[in-house]
C-alpha cells in the first residue's frame, strides 16, 4: 500500500492547500471511505492547526497525548473520520469531526462529556450462526444482536465506547433528526417529513424542504442531535 499521495490528487473533502507540496500522507486504511477520513498528520496540521510540522505531531503521538474513539494513536497517519471522538490531552479539548457546509472535513469541539458516545450508521447485518446478526457500521466496526432486534440498514446507533456497547438505537424514520453528508445541502440538519424506499424528504433548519436519496441522510438523533455535530460550530481553515 502506499504511504503518500499527491497533494493534487487528495479527496476534495480535505481542506487543504493543493500546491504548497508535492505529497501529503495518506490514511491508514480503516471502516471510513478515503473521503470521509484524513490522517492525524493532516487533521493535525492543516485542519486543526495543533502542530505546524508532521514531526511536531510525532512527537505529540509519541508522548501518547492523542486518543481518537478512546484508543491511543501511535502512528501519524492514522486515520480519523466523520464523527470521530479526537481527544487532545496536552489542549485538553475534545473534538468531533464533522463536515462543513463546503463539504470540507472540519470538527466541532464538544463536551468532555461527549467523550465517549459517538453516533454510527447501520450499513450492513450479516447472519451469523446461532440465531444471530451482526451489525456493520460505518466506522468498520462491528456488533452482534439477535433476531428479535428491530435494527435496519440506515439506522445509526450511538455506541460507548468507553465500554464498547450500543446504548440507543436512532431509526430513519419521520421526525427522526439527519445530518446531510452529500449533495446540495451538505452539512445541514434537518427533520425527516417523508421518505420512501430510495428517497427522504427533509425540513431543514431554515424551514425549507428539501428532497435526496436516502443514502444522502445520517441520522444523528430523534428530536434533537444525540451528540454535537452543529455546523455553524466548526472550525476550519478559510
Known amino acids: 500500500m502506499k504511504r503518500h499521495l499527491k497533494r493534487l490528487a487528495a479527496p476534495a473533502t480535505w481542506n487543504v492547500k ?18 470521509m477520513c484524513v490522517p492525524l498528520a493532516v487533521f493535525m496540521t492543516e485542519i486543526g492547526s495543533y502542530a ?3 514531526k511536531e505531531v510525532k512527537t ?14 501511535h502512528d501519524h497517519r492514522s486515520a480519523v473520520g466523520f464523527l470521530d471522538v479526537v481527544e487532545m490531552g496536552d489542549a485538553q479539548e475534545t473534538l468531533r469531526i464533522i463536515i462543513d457546509r463546503k463539504g470540507k472535513i ?30 456493520n457500521l460505518n466506522d ?7 433476531l428479535k432486534d428491530k435494527y435496519k440498514v440506515g439506522d445509526s446507533v450511538v455506541v460507548d465506547i468507553k465500554n464498547n456497547k ?3 438505537h436512532l431509526p430513519m424514520e419521520k421526525n427522526a433528526t439527519v445530518f446531510l453528508i452529500e449533495g446540495k445541502q451538505i452539512g445541514h440538519i434537518g427533520k ?10 427533509i425540513t431543514l433548519e431554515s424551514g425549507a424542504e428539501y428532497k435526496t436519496r436516502k443514502s444522502c441522510a445520517f441520522v444523528v438523533g430523534k428530536d434533537h442531535p444525540a451528540v454535537t455535530v452543529q455546523e455553524q460550530e466548526a472550525h476550519n481553515k478559510e
Open 192 to 201: 425527516v417529513a417523508d421518505l420512501d424506499q430510495e428517497n427522504i424528504t
Open 140 to 146: 468498520g466496526q462491528n456488533f452482534l444482536i439477535t
Open 18 to 35: 493543493r500546491k504548497s507540496t508535492k505529497f501529503i500522507a495518506r490514511a491508514f486504511p480503516s471502516g471510513h471511505p478515503m473521503d
Open 60 to 73: 505529540i503521538i509519541h508522548e501518547k497525548q492523542i486518543l481518537v474513539n478512546g484508543r491511543r494513536k
Open 106 to 135: 472540519a470538527y466541532v469541539k464538544v463536551p468532555a462529556k461527549e467523550a465517549n458516545s459517538k453516533v454510527c450508521k447501520i450499513i450492513g447485518k450479516t447472519a451469523l450462526s446461532g440465531n444471530k446478526l451482526q451489525l
Open 166 to 168: 450500543i446504548t440507543e
Open 52 to 54: 505546524k510540522t508532521t
